[in-house]
């Protein structure tokens, strides 16, 4: 069976290759002090254990969206590496634009715009929520796949897919009764574009940097 995948901004799926996954790496979290450390078991799935690897960062990413305050992530295979400063900054900096997306992808835009309309007639609303469902820009969608494409690109290419996509944004045309949500999107793109130029200047700047490399003991 030939797999699928949802293109941005184009509300369709096209053939393509499987979808992406992070690994599927168990953890742990220790806290000494005030020091709060993930440890991963890479070895276990046989995990590539470098944050270098898409894979391996998405999975951090997952961790770090349901953990807080963490201050080093260890990923553990046949040795140890310690992942400190400045990539644990680039991984929240990743982790905060993730977030933002995922938050924006909340609105429904029917629920938001049309739902309690009393001026619309049932039939009307009901091919309102089609529209709306295969819309290419109904944030539901749209939103989400900038959140999956922060695990998915290597973060020196997310502001380019970011311009592209706030470029196809803006130059959108819709009905009229469209424009209030596609104004409130294009809002969100413009508050969104802070966190995006600030990751983006990080990125240039900086590089993941390992802690010298401990045994595992195993």
């Known amino acids: 069976m030939t797999p699928w995948r949802t293109v941005a901004g184009e509300g369709k799926r096209t053939k393509g290759a499987e979808a992406f996954r992070p690994c599927a790496c168990e ?6 002090a005030d020091v709060s450390k993930v440890i991963v078991h890479c070895k276990e799935t046989g995990g590539p254990a470098s944050l270098k690897e898409r ?3 998405a999975r951090v990413l997952e961790i770090l969206s349901q953990e807080v305050n963490v201050d ?9 590496t310690q992942y400190a400063r400045p990539a644990m900054e680039l991984l929240h900096r990743l982790e905060r634009v993730t977030a933002g997306f995922r938050h924006l992808a909340l609105r429904n835009p029917f629920k938001t715009y049309f739902e309690a309309r009393a001026d619309m007639p049932p039939r009307d609303k009901k091919d309102q929520e ?4 295969t819309c290419p820009w109904n944030p539901m969608t749209f939103f989400d796949a900038l959140s999956k494409s922060v695990n998915e690109m290597e973060p020196s290419q997310l502001y380019e897919r970011f311009r592209a996509d706030a470029a196809r944004l803006l130059g959108a045309t819709k009905p009229n009764v469209c424009n209030p949500c596609l104004a409130a999107s294009r809002g969100e793109m413009e508050y969104m574009s ?13 590089a ?3 802690v010298a490399p401990e045994p595992s003991g195993s």
């Open 27 to 32: 953890y742990n979290l220790e806290r000494e």
């Open 194 to 206: 802070n966190e995006l130029m600030e990751l983006r200047s990080f990125v240039l700047f900086e």
């Open 130 to 133: 089609k529209e709306c469902s």
């Open 72 to 80: 080093s992530v260890v990923l553990s295979h046949f040795r140890e």
């Open 208 to 210: 993941f940097r390992v």
């Open 55 to 57: 894979v391996c960062r």
